[in-house]
């Protein structure tokens, strides 16, 4: 299960706070990525970003926040704009083209109350 | 943007029996199909891909097609076996490292 690690595991906030989901790749990756994983709906795309110092929004970027200063870290920013955050939030990297396999971390459950 | 359409939602079968998973796309920039298995708690992982410049793709027990004219693409598993319950996505990305994921099946496998 290594490579890619997201800590914690699960993480408790009260409304109105933001709270920063941490994921970090030895896997010497330039890509990462953030998914949104909600009951029927799939993975759902928050943010991306290719290469350091760079990133693009997703389907779902709104209330989301994202930096990349290192290659190894993509942490991600539950700001309290965000009117659902309860969510299970998967963080993953992808090798270089053509293929861009897709490895996941194990995830952070994140409850919202 | 993408949109990807991935059917059944659920899909119950007998050990043994064969499972097919089905999945449309409408980008028709998309070159590259990756299926991914998330098994109960677990992260998900890749099990099969496929490029557009092929139609199909075997792997032992799973085998993947691809209609690039009709923008649809399946997952099928045969014999299937208890391990292989679980959720898989299937997933379409026209290249510049995005991919977009369909909303999962959920197999299960009844022996």
């Known amino acids: 299960d290594g490579g890619i690690t997201q800590s914690p595991k699960y993480l408790f906030r009260k409304e109105g706070q933001n709270v920063t989901l941490s994921c970090e790749q030895n896997?010497?990756?330039?890509?990462m990525y953030w998914y949104r994983q909600d009951p029927g709906q799939g993975l759902r795309l928050i943010y991306y970003?290719?290469?350091?110092?760079?990133?693009q929004k997703g389907d779902i970027a709104e209330g989301y926040s994202v930096s990349r200063e290192k290659k190894e870290s993509f942490p991600l920013t539950v700001t309290s704009a965000q009117k659902n955050p309860t969510a299970f939030y998967l963080c993953?990297?992808?090798?270089?083209?053509?293929?861009?396999?897709?490895?996941f971390g194990p995830g952070t459950r994140l409850t919202v109350t | 943007g993408e949109n990807v359409e991935q059917h059944p939602s659920t899909l119950s079968v007998q050990e043994g029996d064969s499972a097919v998973i089905k999945c449309t796309y409408s980008d028709s920039a998309s070159n590259y199909f990756p299926w991914y298995k998330q098994e109960l708690g677990k992260r998900p992982q890749l099990i099969i891909d496929i490029r557009s410049n092929v139609g199909e793709k075997k792997d032992q027990r799973i085998a993947v097609t691809l209609n690039k004219t009709a923008k649809h693409f399946s997952l099928h598993i045969t014999e299937t076996q208890p391990e292989d319950s679980a959720v898989y996505f299937c997933?379409?990305?026209?290249?510049?490292?995005?991919?977009?994921f369909g909303i999962g099946t959920k197999l299960q496998v009844i022996p």
């Open positions: 993953a990297s992808s090798t270089p083209g053509p293929n861009y396999e897709q490895y």
């Open positions: 970003s290719q290469i350091v110092n760079d990133f």
């Open positions: 896997l010497n990756h330039d890509a």
């Open positions: 997933a379409a990305s026209p290249g510049y490292q995005k991919v977009t």
